[in-house]
């Protein structure tokens, strides 16, 4: 997770691209008042804000996200619940220096007398002003608000408090607002366009006003701060951007949602806004060789979450949590066998099946999204481009926003959701149906999400987030899905991976060939078969027999503080240098007397 904002990681620096010359920089001997003279100034000014803002996975990797759905054996600071007070302004995302890039370039951009040119290139800036503001919302709350660049004489402004969530979101929406009237509409896969504005405002008002919502009241919105009118905003600018975007699913071929996230230039049609990767000094990323010998591992929590082809929930059959490996990954929704490492599965390019790697995933799942062929086995050299908006991602914001406002409609669904599941195979979202039906399993304590909404519309408020977790697993939604979803208690749950009824030889992929032991004691003597030893090489939930445990409690233990985790600590010396003008977020003591 490292610091995984609501639409990258906050401290990320750069986006690369063989589309786009990402690369040039004003030369620094060149003054300010020779400078925004020209379209290409413009343009190598604002490449800049790429670097500054945009993901890259020299920096994160999207399947580095851990969770209660994908882990590996360390959990991070935010899931360990051992996150503390930095001391320093730069760390953990709170430096503003991009911001004042951003707002120098907008206080010089008159400069230059081609007035099309301008417009762009200050929509460019007004994305990303929108992107920074973005990130801060989400992990510091209120923060202060800066439409010109500062320096150190600005004294009054540095000693500035934070403005309100209402000031600090109207901001960000306004700065998006500029931004469509000013970008162009074609489809830029690397450079932002109008609509990757409007997928930001999509994204930001889902997350601002289910944030309200489901933390009414408590620490973190203790005014009551309104959220009907976020999600009206979502839903508004997410149907505009269906309808009127262009944009479509990806439907090539039998697999077509596991081949879409191995495609080196990503798909302009689905994608809106994604890293490429290029073979140019090495600048990829490393999904492929995490996947196979880093560790990365789905759980059983998200294996459960796919329904049965026929759309039934797999965890209505009274068996599920003693089936096997083997048993759980059949007749399943299609997208299990293109994101998870299933029975039968064979990596692009090799015509022999390839078998779960038991001795990395620890009986977890290995994950296959984004993986490629053996080409890409090696560090940094996974191909496939990296979305980072995809328009299945506000077919799920408008949906998600009508459900929790009591507004949607099948017609809505229908528009939405269910282009999704028929890009899978599997059978519409019906809202009746799951309403008059809400998934128990989705709502319990132990395996599911308790704090969601209970109305008329929980059943299918719940459905939606079973497509969101699937549908973008892997995408850097997730862990602000958690925060505004008000379920952060759900990393103190195990990390639990398949069923094993005990010691004994076991056939993983169900060919009839036993492939590995697990036995207690004495290590048998067998070299055919690989071994592991029950309570050391593999943790059981029960001792001998259970499901498998990743990252056990007794080696990591987890703890998540509802009055403190859902925002950062503002940095010590911040707070310092402004004389506590900078209010702390509730919960974090950093023994200061104001």
Same mark, same amino acid.
């Given at each position: 997770?490292?610091?995984?904002?609501?639409? !990258?990681a906050?401290?990320?620096v750069s986006?690369?691209s063989g589309c786009t010359t990402?690369d040039?920089y004003p030369?620094?001997s060149?003054s300010?008042?020779?400078y925004?003279q020209t379209?290409i100034?413009?343009?190598?000014n604002t490449?800049n804000?790429?670097r500054?803002?945009?993901?890259?996975?020299g920096?994160?990797n999207?399947y580095?996200? &851990?969770s209660e759905?994908? %882990? =590996?054996d360390?959990?991070t600071t935010?899931l360990?619940?051992?996150r503390?007070?930095?001391?320093?302004g730069? $760390? $953990?995302g709170w430096?503003?220096?991009?911001l004042?890039?951003i707002n120098?370039?907008?206080?010089?951009?008159?400069?230059?007398?081609?007035?099309d040119?301008?417009n762009?290139?200050?929509g460019?800036?007004?994305?990303?002003?929108a992107l920074?503001?973005?990130n801060?919302?989400?992990?510091f709350?209120?923060v202060?608000?800066?439409?010109?660049?500062?320096g150190s004489?600005?004294?009054e402004?540095?000693?500035k408090?934070?403005?309100?969530?209402?000031? #600090?979101?109207n901001?960000i929406l306004?700065d998006?607002?500029?931004?469509?009237e000013r970008?162009?509409?074609e489809?830029m896969?690397?450079?932002?366009n109008a609509?990757?504005a409007?997928?930001?405002k999509?994204?930001i008002a889902?997350? /601002?006003?289910?944030?309200?919502k489901y933390? $009414?009241g408590?620490p973190f919105?203790?005014d009551?701060?309104?959220?009907?009118?976020?999600?009206r905003t979502c839903a508004e600018?997410?149907k505009?951007?269906i309808?009127?975007?262009?944009?479509?699913l990806y439907k090539?071929?039998s697999?077509?949602?596991?081949?879409?996230? @191995?495609?080196?230039m990503g798909?302009?049609d689905e994608?809106i806004w994604?890293r490429?990767g290029t073979?140019?000094g090495?600048?990829?990323? /490393?999904?492929t060789? &995490?996947?196979i010998?880093?560790?990365y591992?789905?759980t059983?929590?998200?294996?459960?979450?796919?329904l049965?082809?026929?759309?039934?929930?797999f965890t $209505?059959?009274?068996?599920?949590?003693t089936m096997?490996?083997?048993e /759980?990954c059949? &007749?399943?929704?299609?997208?299990l066998?293109?994101? #998870?490492?299933?029975?039968g599965?064979k990596?692009?390019g090799d015509?022999?099946?390839? %078998?779960?790697?038991f001795s990395?995933?620890k009986?977890?799942?290995q994950y296959? =999204?984004? !993986?490629?062929?053996a080409s890409?086995f090696s560090?940094r050299?996974?191909?496939a481009?990296?979305?980072i908006?995809r328009i299945?991602?506000?077919y799920l914001n408008?949906a998600?926003?009508?459900?929790?406002?009591?507004?949607?409609?099948q017609?809505d669904?229908?528009l939405?959701?269910?282009?999704?599941?028929?890009?899978?195979?599997?059978p519409?979202?019906k809202?009746?149906?799951?309403?008059?039906?809400p998934?128990s399993y989705?709502m319990?304590?132990e395996?599911?999400?308790?704090?969601?909404?209970?109305?008329a519309?929980?059943?299918v408020?719940?459905?939606?987030?079973?497509e969101r977790l699937?549908?973008?697993?892997l995408?850097l #939604?997730?862990y602000n899905? %958690?925060?505004?979803? =008000?379920?952060?208690?759900v990393?103190?749950?195990?990390?639990?991976? @398949?069923y094993f009824?005990?010691s004994?030889?076991?056939?993983i992929?169900?060919?009839g060939?036993n492939?590995?032991w697990?036995?207690e004691?004495r290590k048998?003597?067998?070299?055919?078969l690989?071994?592991f030893?029950?309570?050391k090489d593999?943790?059981?939930?029960?001792g001998?027999?259970?499901?498998?445990?990743r990252c056990s409690i007794?080696a990591?233990e987890?703890?998540w503080?509802e009055?403190k985790?859902?925002l950062?600590p503002?940095?010590?010396t911040?707070? %310092?240098?402004?004389n506590?003008?900078?209010?702390q977020?509730p919960?974090w003591?950093?023994k200061l /007397?104001?």
């Amino acid at each position: 997770m490292k610091i995984n904002n609501i639409f !990258v990681a906050t401290a990320l620096v750069s986006i690369i691209s063989g589309c786009t010359t990402m690369d040039q920089y004003p030369e620094d001997s060149v003054s300010p008042e020779m400078y925004f003279q020209t379209e290409i100034q413009l343009r190598q000014n604002t490449n800049n804000f790429y670097r500054m803002l945009a993901p890259s996975a020299g920096k994160f990797n999207w399947y580095e996200e &851990n969770s209660e759905l994908l %882990i =590996k054996d360390t959990p991070t600071t935010e899931l360990l619940g051992s996150r503390s007070i930095p001391s320093n302004g730069s $760390d $953990d995302g709170w430096g503003w220096g991009q911001l004042r890039h951003i707002n120098y370039f907008l206080q010089n951009s008159y400069k230059c007398a081609d007035v099309d040119a301008r417009n762009r290139y200050d929509g460019v800036a007004y994305f990303f002003r929108a992107l920074f503001y973005a990130n801060r919302l989400v992990m510091f709350g209120e923060v202060p608000l800066y439409d010109t660049p500062i320096g150190s004489a600005d004294i009054e402004l540095l000693m500035k408090p934070r403005d309100s969530r209402d000031a #600090v979101i109207n901001h960000i929406l306004e700065d998006c607002d500029r931004a469509f009237e000013r970008l162009p509409k074609e489809h830029m896969l690397t450079d932002v366009n109008a609509w990757t504005a409007l997928a930001l405002k999509s994204r930001i008002a889902l997350f /601002e006003g289910t944030f309200r919502k489901y933390h $009414d009241g408590d620490p973190f919105n203790p005014d009551h701060l309104p959220w009907e009118p976020l999600l009206r905003t979502c839903a508004e600018a997410s149907k505009k951007l269906i309808t009127e975007g262009g944009y479509k699913l990806y439907k090539n071929g039998s697999e077509s949602y596991r081949d879409m996230f @191995m495609n080196p230039m990503g798909d302009t049609d689905e994608y809106i806004w994604a890293r490429i990767g290029t073979t140019v000094g090495g600048i990829m990323h /490393e999904a492929t060789n &995490n996947s196979i010998s880093e560790g990365y591992a789905y759980t059983k929590r998200f294996m459960n979450l796919f329904l049965k082809k026929d759309g039934t929930r797999f965890t $209505d059959d009274p068996n599920w949590k003693t089936m096997n490996y083997y048993e /759980e990954c059949q &007749n399943r929704d299609p997208r299990l066998a293109q994101i #998870v490492l299933c029975p039968g599965y064979k990596q692009k390019g090799d015509p022999e099946e390839t %078998i779960m790697n038991f001795s990395n995933t620890k009986g977890a799942y290995q994950y296959i =999204k984004y !993986v490629g062929d053996a080409s890409e086995f090696s560090f940094r050299s996974s191909k496939a481009a990296l979305p980072i908006f995809r328009i299945a991602e506000i077919y799920l914001n408008y949906a998600e926003a009508l459900a929790e406002l009591g507004t949607l409609t099948q017609t809505d669904l229908d528009l939405s959701v269910n282009k999704l599941r028929e890009r899978a195979g599997m059978p519409d979202l019906k809202m009746d149906d799951a309403n008059h039906n809400p998934d128990s399993y989705m709502m319990s304590e132990e395996w599911g999400y308790p704090n969601v909404t209970r109305s008329a519309n929980t059943g299918v408020i719940l459905e939606i987030r079973r497509e969101r977790l699937i549908e973008l697993s892997l995408e850097l #939604v997730h862990y602000n899905d %958690i925060l505004r979803w =008000k379920e952060g208690k759900v990393y103190e749950k195990p990390f639990y991976g @398949m069923y094993f009824p005990g010691s004994g030889k076991y056939d993983i992929n169900g060919d009839g060939q036993n492939d590995i032991w697990l036995y207690e004691g004495r290590k048998p003597n067998d070299r055919k078969l690989k071994l592991f030893q029950i309570g050391k090489d593999i943790i059981l939930s029960e001792g001998s027999k259970g499901f498998a445990v990743r990252c056990s409690i007794k080696a990591h233990e987890r703890h998540w503080d509802e009055n403190k985790d859902y925002l950062y600590p503002i940095p010590t010396t911040e707070r %310092i240098l402004t004389n506590g003008s900078l209010t702390q977020n509730p919960g974090w003591d950093d023994k200061l /007397e104001f």
